[in-house]
C-alpha cells in the first residue's frame, strides 16, 4: 500500500473488489459513449483478475478506506526493444474525486512497477476526443503516437479468421 495524501492510498486489488472494479467499468464505459460494449460481469471479472492464470492486474485507489478508482495493466513485449513493457488498460477516478492526486499518484505507481520489472515502455490508449484526459497525460510528460492506428478482431471478424 502507498499513501498519497493523508487520506488516499493505493493498494494491490483484491478478489473482494471486483463488484466496486466492474462498477467503475461500467462507469468508465459510459463516459466513453461505450456502455453497450461491457461484456464482462462481477464474477467473470473476479474470475479473470484473481486466477492462478491472470495476465492482468489491478490496483484500487481509496479515499478514507472508500474505494474512488482503479487501474488495470499488463505487461507486453517489445521487439524493437527486446524488453517488457507495461501496458495500462483502465485507469479511473470517480469525478467527484478528482484533483486530489489520485490520478497522478497512480501513474506514478505503474511506473515505479514497470521500472522495477525492466519495462522499457509505458504505454496506453486515451479516445482522440478525451481531452481531460489527453491533458493529464502530456502534462506528466507523455507523447502520443499519432503515426500508429489501432487494430482490433473481435467477435464474428474474430471467428471468422481464427475457422479459416
Not at 8 to 24: G, K, L, M, S, V
Not at 102 to 123: D, N
Not at 128 to 138: A, G, K, L, Q, V
Request: charged share 25%; with cysteine; aromatic share 12%.
Amino acid at each position: 500500500m502507498i499513501k498519497i495524501s493523508m487520506s488516499i492510498c493505493i493498494r494491490t486489488a483484491r478478489r473482494e473488489d471486483a463488484p466496486q472494479i466492474f462498477q467503475f467499468i461500467c462507469d468508465l464505459a459510459e463516459y466513453e459513449k461505450a456502455l453497450k460494449e461491457v461484456k464482462c460481469t462481477a464474477k467473470s471479472l473476479a474470475d479473470s483478475l484473481f486466477s492462478d492464470t491472470s495476465v492482468a492486474q489491478a490496483l484500487m485507489v481509496e479515499d478514507h478506506g472508500q474505494a474512488i478508482g482503479y487501474a488495470i495493466y499488463f505487461f507486453n513485449f517489445s521487439t524493437w526493444l527486446a524488453a517488457k513493457g507495461l501496458y495500462l488498460e483502465d485507469l479511473y477516478i470517480d469525478p467527484a474525486h478528482r484533483g486530489k492526486g489520485a490520478g497522478i499518484g497512480l501513474m506514478k505507481m505503474l511506473a515505479r512497477q514497470a521500472k522495477k520489472q525492466g519495462c522499457m515502455r509505458f504505454e496506453w490508449s486515451v479516445l482522440d476526443w478525451n481531452t481531460p484526459s489527453i491533458d493529464f497525460y502530456e502534462a506528466i510528460g507523455a507523447q502520443s503516437q499519432d503515426e500508429w492506428l489501432g487494430y482490433r478482431l473481435e467477435g464474428a471478424a474474430l471467428d471468422l479468421l481464427a475457422s479459416s
